[in-house]
């Protein structure tokens, strides 16, 4: 499914994170809780660069859940749950090679 990133912000003071997601012809708002944002990498961060820097990560959970037919809906909420339910199903990256000078 195709989407695009109309706008995405932290809300600073509670810490949570929105994103008006297009979604073919329409769009979705996607909230994204203080605690997804806590839960999404290592070291726990709810900051905005944290937020940003997982946009697109936070946008392709909401893609699995729009695609239920019970979350058919206009507003899509991103939990801690989610996020690791997400974590559970991607293979961690591999750890990177570092070439030893010759």
Request: proline share 6%.
């Given at each position: 499914?195709?989407?695009?990133v109309v706008a995405a912000g932290l809300?600073?003071?509670?810490?949570?994170g929105c994103i008006i997601l297009q979604v073919g012809s329409q769009c979705r708002t996607v909230l994204v809780t203080r605690?997804?944002?806590?839960?999404?990498?290592?070291?726990p961060r709810?900051?905005?660069?944290?937020?940003l820097e997982h946009v697109e990560t936070f946008c392709e959970i909401a893609l699995n859940r729009m695609r239920?037919?019970?979350t058919?809906?206009?507003i899509v909420v991103i939990t801690a749950?989610?996020?690791r339910g997400w974590r559970r199903h991607w293979p961690s990256l591999p750890a990177p090679l570092f070439s030893q000078p010759t």
């Open positions: 499914m195709e989407y695009g809300d600073a003071d509670e810490k949570s605690r997804a944002i806590l839960n999404v990498a290592s070291p709810a900051t905005k660069a944290r937020f239920m037919p019970i058919n809906q206009d749950n989610d996020v």
